[in-house]
Structure formats: structure tokens, C-alpha cells
């Protein structure tokens, strides 16, 4: 008879995830459940509001990725009223995206995904000379002297030695799945605490284009920050200065830390290279426009599905197809007018609770029913991984010139073959591999933004259309973007000057997503089965490739009465539960 695992909440991600496994009698993985264990809202909360509002509650659904769900539906506003922005905002925008890819893909590596690889009690005995040694084979970082690493040594000593793990607490030290010898455990451990460091001074274009970090400010019709190079309130010549610093830092750690590190850790972990896919079917967006912001034919990262594994053909999605693209709810949370067979396109779509899970203490998900606060996502009736995978996978099969030059170099390295991209490895290397390309990307837009400077093209704002007495009684928008974490869509409807119908499909909707109407299961469920655990009550492997999709469900919330007493809490423990079925 099957063990059944209960992993509630997964740590080390954004928001409240519940993962449920069912193993044979070796410990492998042959049936897995994800369950989104908090619910959003925001839609209806967006509702009868004024559209050009929208993006300031939208922004709020994630604590993480501070800019996206912001982006997405000023995009869906300027769609629905056929409003275009100037060249410099649009430059400007790219450039917020890019710096959100960076910072995100590069705190996930090292501060979400990094120790399930690394064990940090182990780099207690390294021996600091040759992990100097590996540093300095590896890149010309400057952080690389045998008194460095024993400096942080010694601070990872007092924390264990305090008997309070603090950041490092409940963690599998000493699983036999960790492989890593302990000059690189400390390598990695010390790359951890630079990356706090470095991740607080590389967010500075979002705190002069949008004057704050997290959750900058937008504006529908263009960016909130003019151009003029005598005014200490608009971007000028010293901003400008402190941006090309904040991206020189980003470039030097992403080139002389976050790859060297990529590359010097996977070769122990070449398993995961062919564990941990599922599904083969992913789909991206688009991102990073560089001619009219709704043409979404005339994007950078192009939009794209890819199908089985099939590397020869990027099918092109349309997301205003009302046939293709649809959530359903048969085992999710919430409930249909039409039934709960019925799949809903977001321009229709409804967002009614009907929770009919398991109340505390909680007991096993009653998976042939409802079981997660998350939809069913579904293009062409098909689950589908987004991610970064995905959006290299399309780049790859496009003929991105870089993306296919690092990926072959990745592969060359790991002296891996192309097939091993489909799996947690391939993920987290193509994590990598976008953060690099991203990062010329960013300079790239830096020059632009100076051209158009220097020509006195500076409007960062448009104003037609603005005054909601131009609006046509009913309108409808999509707003897109690539999110670090995958592709994401606000859907918007609007009638009579304010909106009527708002829906949201996330990143970790589609890859998060319970089973659907046909019972296929969702690309997290899909990816775990076939993992073999060493010890079942310490399911690290679980977490190797949960993880590397880079979870984000939204954030953790207390609950406030009038008066402003805390009534409730949501719990950030961890409760393994094992029951025989």
C-alpha cells in the first residue's frame, strides 16, 4: 500500500503552497498533488473601479515580483482604449522588466533554490585555501582570498554553534542527497550572504522611474518620470549615471558569481538533468516590445508554444482566443454559473468561492474532488509550463543567436545533451542562461533610452485619450508580460467608464494548477512523478524541483478587525504527515 506525504507549506517560496505525494514501496513518486492554500480576490475587488486605477491594486497581488502584475494591466487599460505611449516610456518600462528579471532570477538562485544544493553545515569544514582555490579557477570575482572564506566561515560557526539557525533553520543538513564537497558548500553559502548584500544596491531603476522598491509607481499612458536634464525631479545626467552603475553591478555578478556557480554545482546533480518535467508542453507571452506596445509580433522574447518536446515548431498563441485559452474550476475552489465542466475565456470569466476543502486539523486533500484555491489553466484544452524554460525553449527554436550560443555552451559544459533541458536542471540552467541574456538586453535599452535623449524625443506620457469622456461605452483589453516566473495575462472588461469584469492568470496558476476536466494534471503534479526520496520524512528532492519553477502564489496575510487586533494568522510552519492509504 502507498505512502501518502503531505509537505504544507512548501518553504522557500512566495505565498502558501501544499504539495501531497503518493510513493510505492521504493519511495518513488506515482501520484502528486498541488494545492494553492490561499485565496486572492483582487478581481473583485477591482470591480466598478476606475480602470486607470487598476494597476495600484493589481501591483499588490504579489510582494516579490513588485512590477509585474502593475505592467500587465496598464497594458490591458492602454489595450482596451487604444491608448499608445512614447518611445522613451516604452524604453523606460523595458528596462523596469529587465531589472525585475535580474534581481528575481538571481535572489531565487541563491536565496530560494541555492540550498537544496548546497548544505550549510557542511561548509564547516572546508577548508577556506582550496574553496579560494575553486573561486578563483572559476571567475575574477575580488571576494576571493583564503581570509575571506574563512571570515565566513566563522560567522556561519557562530550561528551553529548558538544552537539558532536563524536564515539556515529547518533545513535537511546532512541528507545524502547533498553531494557537494565542503569547499563548494561554503562557496555557495558565502555567495548567499553576498547576494543579500548585492540585491539591496541593484533596484535603482526602479527607485528613479518609479521613485520607490517594492511596488514602484506607473501610470496609464506612459511612465510617471519625465526627462530633463536640469531638473533635479526628472531623469537627468546623474540618475542616468547611477543607473549605468546599477547595471555594471548586476552584469559583473551575474558574469563572475551567479553562472561560475551554475556551472561549478550542477555537474554533482546531473540526475536532475533528466528527472522533474511532466508535462513537455510549455507557452510564453512575450516580452520586452520594441515597436507599438500591443503588437505583440514585434517582441524581443516572442510569444510562442511549443508542444511534446517539439523543438522544430513554435506555434504562435493568441491570447484573445476565446476557443483556446480558458480556465476551468473541476477541482479548484470556485464555482461556474455554466457548471463546473465549463471552461471560461478571462474576458467571461468568474471568480466565485466555493470552498469545500479540509478544515483544521486538516486531513488529506479530497483530491477526486476541489481541491486548491488555484484555476486550470488550459490552451487548446492542454496544461501548459511557462517559466523560464519555456521562453528559452522558444528563443532556442527561434534562432536567438545568444540564447543558442549559451545554451550549446551550458550543454557543452555538462557535457549534456540537448533532450536534458527538459527537466529541474534544465530549468534551473535556463534560469541562468535568460538572467545573461537579459543583462545585455538591459544595457542595450540603456543606449537607447541616451539616443533618444540626445535626439530630444523626451515625452514619457500621453495624454489623448486620458480624459474618460473619449472612452467607448464598452471595451476590452489583454495586458501581458513575461514575469520572472512565467507568462501572465490581465484580462480587462470596461464598460461605462469603469470596469466590469477583471480577471488575472498567473505565472504559478498554470504551473501550480490542480488536475482539470480531462484529469491532466498540472506541470508542478506532472514533474514529481518518477522522484525516488532517500528519506521520505526529509523529501529534499520534492523541494530541488518544486523549487526550481520558482513558486509564487501570493502573499502571506493576517487578518485585522476594526480596531485593528490581529484575529488571525496564517502559519508559516512546516508539518510532514504521513498516512498509509
Given amino acids: 500500500m502507498a505512502n501518502r506525504i503531505v509537505i504544507d507549506p512548501v518553504t522557500r517560496i512566495e505565498g502558501h503552497l501544499r504539495i501531497e505525494a503518493a510513493l510505492d514501496s521504493e519511495n518513488t513518486i506515482t501520484e502528486a498533488y498541488s494545492a494553492g492554500t490561499m485565496v486572492r480576490g483582487i478581481e473583485n475587488i477591482l470591480k466598478k473601479r476606475d480602470p486607470r486605477e487598476a494597476w495600484a491594486f493589481a501591483q499588490r497581488i ?34 523596469i522588466i529587465a531589472q525585475q528579471f535580474i534581481h528575481d532570477h538571481v535572489m531565487h538562485f541563491y536565496i530560494l533554490h541555492a540550498l537544496d544544493f548546497v548544505d550549510v553545515v557542511s561548509a564547516l569544514e572546508a577548508d577556506p585555501g582550496k574553496t579560494s582555490e575553486i573561486q578563483q579557477s572559476i571567475s575574477t570575482w575580488p571576494n576571493s582570498s583564503p581570509a575571506y572564506f574563512a571570515e565566513v566561515q566563522q560567522k556561519v560557526k557562530a550561528i551553529v554553534d548558538s544552537g539558532q539557525l536563524s536564515l539556515f533553520s529547518h533545513g535537511y543538513w546532512g ?29 535603482k531603476i526602479h527607485t ?24 533635479d525631479q526628472a531623469l537627468n545626467a546623474e540618475k542616468l549615471a547611477v543607473i549605468a552603475d546599477s547595471i555594471k553591478r548586476m552584469n559583473d555578478f551575474i558574469d563572475q558569481v551567479y553562472l561560475p556557480d551554475l556551472l561549478a554545482i550542477a555537474p554533482y546533480y546531473l540526475e536532475y538533468a533528466s528527472l522533474g518535467e511532466g508535462l513537455g508542453n510549455f507557452l510564453s507571452w512575450g516580452e520586452f516590445p520594441e515597436g507599438n506596445l500591443n503588437d505583440l509580433d514585434r517582441l524581443i522574447f516572442p510569444r510562442g508554444v511549443i508542444l511534446n518536446r517539439d523543438l522544430k515548431q513554435v506555434i504562435t498563441p493568441d491570447p484573445r482566443d476565446a476557443v483556446k485559452m480558458k480556465e476551468f474550476v473541476t477541482h479548484s475552489w470556485y464555482k461556474y454559473r455554466q457548471g463546473d465542466e465549463a471552461g471560461l475565456f478571462p474576458w467571461e470569466g468568474e471568480t466565485v468561492f466555493n470552498y469545500t476543502g479540509p ?151 498554470w504551473n501550480a494548477s490542480p488536475r482539470d476536466h480531462k484529469n491532466q494534471p498540472g506541470a508542478y503534479e506532472a514533474s514529481l512523478v518518477g522522484t525516488r526520496l532517500a528519506r521520505p520524512e526529509q523529501p529534499l528532492e520534492i523541494l530541488r524541483t518544486i523549487h526550481s519553477f520558482d513558486p509564487c502564489l501570493a502573499c502571506a496575510v493576517h487578518l485585522i478587525d476594526a480596531r485593528g487586533q490581529v484575529v488571525g494568522e496564517v502559519g508559516t510552519g512546516f508539518n510532514l504527515v504521513f498516512k498509509s492509504d
Fill in 62 to 95: 504579489c510582494g516579490v515580483c513588485t512590477t509585474v502584475h502593475a505592467i500587465a494591466s496598464i497594458r490591458a487599460v492602454e489595450d482596451a482604449l487604444g491608448i499608445k505611449i512614447p518611445k522613451a516610456a516604452n524604453i523606460m518600462r523595458n528596462m
Fill in 175 to 203: 541528507h545524502p542527497a547533498y553531494k557537494l564537497p565542503p569547499e563548494l558548500n561554503l562557496l555557495g553559502v558565502a555567495h548567499y550572504l553576498e547576494c543579500l548584500d548585492w540585491q539591496s544596491r541593484v533596484t
Fill in 208 to 231: 528613479i522611474f518609479g521613485g520607490k522598491n517594492p511596488h514602484p509607481n506607473f501610470v496609464v499612458g506612459g511612465v510617471p518620470l519625465p526627462i530633463d536634464m536640469n531638473s
Fill in 359 to 509: 478544515k483544521p486539523p486538516y486531513e488529506f486533500l479530497k483530491v477526486e474532488g476541489k481541491y486548491s484555491w488555484l484555476k486550470s489553466p488550459r490552451w487548446n484544452e492542454l496544461p501548459m509550463e511557462v517559466g523560464p524554460l519555456a521562453r528559452v525553449l522558444i528563443l532556442y527554436t527561434t534562432g536567438h543567436e545568444e540564447t543558442v550560443k549559451l545554451t550549446n555552451s551550458v550543454l557543452e559544459a555538462l557535457k549534456a545533451p540537448l533532450p536534458a533541458v527538459f527537466s529541474t536542471l534544465g530549468r534551473t540552467a535556463a534560469r541562468a542562461i535568460e538572467t545573461k541574456v537579459i543583462g545585455g538586453l538591459l544595457e542595450k535599452f540603456y543606449d537607447e533610452l541616451v539616443a533618444e535623449i540626445k535626439a530630444s524625443r523626451t515625452e514619457t506620457f500621453n495624454s489623448e485619450k486620458w480624459n474618460p469622456g473619449s472612452w467607448p461605452k464598452k471595451a476590452m483589453g489583454f495586458g501581458y508580460t513575461e514575469a520572472p516566473r512565467g507568462a501572465l495575462g490581465h484580462w480587462v472588461v470596461i464598460e461605462n467608464k469603469k470596469i466590469k469584469n477583471y480577471q488575472v492568470v498567473v505565472p504559478t496558476t
